[in-house]
C-alpha cells in the first residue's frame, strides 16, 4: 500500500524538468496530430492520453504553486505606497480605471478609424464610432475627477453622470447597426486557434467583474463612480456579443443561416435592451435628485 502510495506521488509530481519535457513533447503531439488529419488514428490515442496526464500534474503544480505566489505578490502590493492606495481607496482605483479604459479606447478608435479609411469598410468606421462614443463618455468622466474630484460636489457630479448617461444611449446606434452588418452581411469576429478560448475566458470574467463592480459601488452613492461603473457593464456586454459571433464562425458550422441570425439578433436585442434600461435609469434617476435639490 506505501508502495502505491509512492508510486502515485511520483506520477502526479514530477521534477519540474520532466514536467516541461511532458509540455513540449504533448503540444507538438497534438499539434502534428490536428494538422495532419490524424485525429482517429491509433497514435492519436496514445496522445490524448499523453495530454491528459500532462494537463493534469501542471494544474496540480499550478494549485500548489500559485495560491503561494498570489499572497506574496499581493503582500508586495499592499506594502507599496501606490498599491496600497489603489487597493483600499475606491475613488482612487475608479479614477486610474478610467485613464486605462480611456487609452484603450482611444487606441482600438484609431485603430479602426484608420482601417475603415484605408479598406474603406464600413465595419471599421462603425467600430470607429462604437470607441469614440466610449472614450467620450470616459473623457467627460475623467476630466470631472480631475477638476472636482469623486464626493465632494454632489450636483455636479448628478449632471455628468446624466450627460454620460444620455451618451450611452448613443451607443445603441453602433451596436445596431453592427447587428444588421452581422445578420444580413455576414459580418463577424474571428479568433483563431486557441485565441478564441482565451478571448472567451477574459470576455467572461470582464463581464462578471462588471457586474460585480456595479452592485459593489452602489453603497459609495458617488453617481460618477457608478457611471464609471455602468459603461464599463455596457462595453463587456458587447464583447459578449462580439464573441458569440466568433463562436458561431468557429464552431456553428451545422447551425442554419436562419437560426445563426436569429441568435445574433436575440442577443443583440437582449444587450441594447439592458444598455437602455441602464441609461434610462441613470438619466431618471440623476434628474430626479437634480430635481429636488
Not at 230 to 238: E, R
Request: charged share 15%; proline share 2%.
Amino acid at each position: 500500500m506505501k508502495d502505491w502510495k509512492t508510486i502515485l506521488k511520483k506520477l502526479l509530481y514530477p521534477p519540474v524538468w520532466l514536467m516541461i519535457i511532458l509540455v513540449i513533447l504533448s503540444t507538438a503531439a497534438l499539434a502534428a496530430t490536428f494538422v495532419k488529419g490524424l485525429e482517429e488514428s491509433p497514435a492519436a490515442y496514445v496522445i490524448y492520453v499523453l495530454s491528459f496526464y500532462t494537463l493534469t500534474v501542471v494544474c496540480i503544480a499550478c494549485a500548489d504553486v500559485i495560491p503561494g505566489c498570489y499572497r506574496a505578490i499581493r503582500q508586495k502590493v499592499y506594502d507599496n505606497k501606490f498599491g496600497n492606495r489603489y487597493m483600499t481607496d475606491p475613488a482612487f482605483k475608479t479614477h486610474i480605471g478610467l485613464y486605462r479604459s480611456l487609452a484603450v479606447n482611444l487606441l482600438y478608435a484609431a485603430f479602426n478609424l484608420f482601417s475603415g479609411i484605408y479598406y474603406r469598410s464600413a465595419w471599421f468606421m462603425l467600430f470607429a464610432g462604437y470607441y469614440i462614443i466610449m472614450a467620450l463618455m470616459r473623457f467627460l468622466l475623467v476630466r470631472y475627477v480631475n477638476k472636482e474630484g469623486i464626493g465632494r460636489n454632489r450636483f455636479k457630479e448628478l449632471k455628468r453622470s446624466r450627460l454620460c448617461a444620455l451618451i450611452l444611449l448613443t451607443v445603441n446606434l453602433a451596436l445596431s447597426g453592427a447587428v444588421l452588418m452581422m445578420v444580413y452581411f455576414d459580418r463577424g469576429f474571428e479568433y483563431y486557434g486557441i485565441l478564441i478560448y482565451v478571448m472567451a475566458m477574459y470576455t467572461f470574467y470582464i463581464t462578471t467583474a462588471a457586474i460585480i463592480n456595479v452592485i459593489k459601488y452602489k453603497k459609495y452613492n458617488s453617481p460618477v463612480m457608478s457611471m464609471a461603473k455602468s459603461v464599463n457593464l455596457a462595453a463587456a456586454l458587447i464583447s459578449m456579443l462580439a464573441l458569440e459571433t466568433a463562436m458561431l464562425s468557429q464552431f456553428g458550422s451545422d447551425m442554419s443561416p436562419e437560426n445563426r441570425r436569429i441568435m445574433i439578433i436575440a442577443t443583440g436585442a437582449g444587450i441594447s435592451a439592458i444598455i437602455v434600461c441602464i441609461s434610462v435609469y441613470n438619466i431618471w434617476k440623476t434628474s430626479k435628485e437634480i430635481k429636488n435639490m
